[in-house]
């Protein structure tokens, strides 16, 4: 009998021992891990592993338009992203106009915004440079957003730009649009392709389970890659909308890129730009789009060498309703899709400019403007004032 209370006893001093050490282990490996995240992983990674936010960086979370620009977001890599405190990347304005000034806005995707290219060196502030060395004092309002179509970017204008009163709006959209002409069972609306997806609770149970545990975290972020059930992609704004369901095949893309039903939303939409900052008081101008196919690259659409001839054809497609709508309702189109003859221009892939190249379009916009006596016609509305 006491042989075998000792025996057991013994047995649960081994089995206390044992569940001992795993729990030193456990809370070494634990400790280990968070001096690890401490020293190699930027705040913002951790952030992003661990905590809800209506924010992913750049991108804040909008119910109208799904993300758009994080008001004073201020980031430096070598370039300058500053954001204004409205999500525009421009330098803050005044809710009035002040006397004297003439307020430019630009719309459109990630090539109005530059996503390459600091503050200064993005088509819309050169275009401001020109116009302030021809004699104006000018406000500019970069409102390109990466990845929005016209189904965002004209409903902010009329929302939150328009309300500003600018002179002058400056569109430079074509190429986003490939990516809703392109997907299966198109809506008109687009929700074919993108959604509202709140971002704000994605990963909920992963980011719980980070927080209590860096061990946990860096297992199943290791090396850079996501891991154990995590949904990298419902964390980007930008992506996380996308109905991926409704991604094409190459062959489907070219069959879908045939119907010409798809650039109708396309046509409204520039139409209602058009309509909208006519009755605000503004000149307007519609850019076309330069786009070289072989560079092509994204993460919605992938490449394909199948599809390429038939997106360069839609985007030229969505030039012509631009050159159209321009014709029809007598304002100005800038051919701005003539930088695409310069593969120097496009470093990166098919449509995102160097600083070059980015000027060069500001140019041609500011050459836009002085041939058509848009200029004058400014300078005037401005002295009026």
Sequence with gaps: MANESTKTTGIRAAVGLVVVSCLIAGLGIEGAARLYVGLHWPAARVELYTTQSKTRGRYTYHPKYAYYLTPDFHFDDGRRFDHDHRGFRSAEIADVKPPGVLRI???GGSTTYGVDVSNHEAYP??????????????????????GWTSMQSVPSLEDRILPLAPDLVVAYQGRNELMPQAYDHFAEDYSHYWQIRDFRETNALYKRLNRISNAFMVVAHAGGHDGLGWDATAESPMYGAIRYENHPTPEATVKNLEDPARTVPYRRNVERLVRASR??????????MAFRPEGYKSASLYPDPLILPALAAQVEENNQVVREVGAATGVMVSETAVLAEEPALFPKDDCHMGADGLRRRAEIVFETLKASG???RLRAKVAAR
């Design 105 to 107: 806005a630009a719309i």
């Design 125 to 146: 502030q050169v275009l401001g440079e020109l116009l302030t060395r021809a004699g104006f004092q000018v406000e500019v309002i970069n409102a390109g957003t990466p």
């Design 279 to 288: 009755a605000a008081g503004a000149e307007v101008v519609l850019a076309t």
């Design 374 to 376: 848009a200029l004058e």
